[in-house]
């Protein structure tokens, strides 16, 4: 079992900043990747895939945040996204989530509220 727990959001102005954390525990054997998603709480839109990183240092990221957003793997189990340039599409809640490397097991975070508005 593998625990992710986000934090680091908040409101803020477009064109700001933001670092969202996550922090993975439990059996870190199990998993050898993590991403993030958004989802906007209300509405008919997917939870989107925003990026993600293996353990290996690979990192990807959506056509929608490339250039404005780095994840990266801090010491320990800390995986953190940096969010430049800020806009209200970005508003949404982030989650961390990762899935079991042998089993058809998704982990994910309670998620971290990100709003950005003027």
């Known amino acids: 079992q593998v625990q992710l727990v986000e934090s680091g959001g908040g409101f803020v102005q477009p064109g700001e900043s933001l670092r969202l954390s996550c922090v993975a525990s439990?059996?870190?054997?199990?998993?050898?990747?993590v991403d993030w998603y958004r989802q906007v709480p209300g509405t008919q839109r997917e939870r989107e895939f925003v990026a993600g990183i293996t353990f290996a240092g690979f990192a990807n990221y959506a056509d929608s945040v490339k250039g404005r957003f780095t994840l990266t793997r801090d010491a320990g189990n800390t995986f953190s996204l940096q969010m430049n340039n800020l806009t209200p599409e970005d508003t949404a809640l982030y989650h961390c989530?990762?899935?079991?490397?042998?089993?058809?097991?998704?982990?994910w975070g309670l998620g971290t509220q990100v709003t950005v508005s003027s």
């Open positions: 989530h990762s899935k079991h490397r042998f089993q058809e097991v998704n982990f």
């Open positions: 439990g059996n870190m054997y199990s998993i050898d990747f």
